[in-house]
Nanobody
Framework: QVQLVESGGGLVQAGGSLRLSCEASGRTFSSYRMAWFRQAPGKEREFVAAINRNGGSTYYADSVKGRFTISLDNAKNTVYLQMNSLKPEDTAVYYC?????????????????WGQGTQVTVSS
């Protein structure tokens, strides 16, 4: 079983930056794929970014490509989401996610464990 704890959300002006962190624990963490999703009020939870554990291949939603960067520190069991050039439409609750390596974690149906979520608010 994997447990996830996020931190780093907050309020920022448009054009600003934030870095989210997700600390993971659990004996199967080392093999899991990791991702970030977000959910704005009244909208479906959507994929933001993902990273593979075995070489660090990364994947991004088109809406964040070039602005967000996902990274992984295996020594700290922590996944990061660096968010630059933030826009008001990035406002949402951001969730860390972990899933078994054999499934496509970009599909939220394949997420095995969710974090509690952290609020990101971008003011215009």
């Amino acid at each position: 079983q994997v447990q996830l704890v996020e931190s780093g959300g907050g309020l920022v002006q448009a054009g600003g930056s934030l870095r989210l962190s997700c600390e993971a624990s659990g004996r199967t963490f080392s093999s899991y794929r990791m991702a970030w999703f977000r959910q704005a009020p009244g909208k479906e939870r959507e994929f933001v970014a993902a990273i593979n554990r075995n070489g660090g291949s990364t994947y991004y939603a088109d809406s964040v490509k070039g602005r967000f960067t996902i990274s992984l520190d295996n020594a700290k069991n922590t996944v990061y989401l660096q968010m630059n050039s933030l826009k008001p439409e990035d406002t949402a609750v951001y969730y860390c996610a972990a899933g078994p390596p054999m499934y496509d974690i970009k599909d939220k149906r394949n997420v095995g464990t969710w974090g509690q979520g952290t609020q990101v608010t971008v003011s215009s």
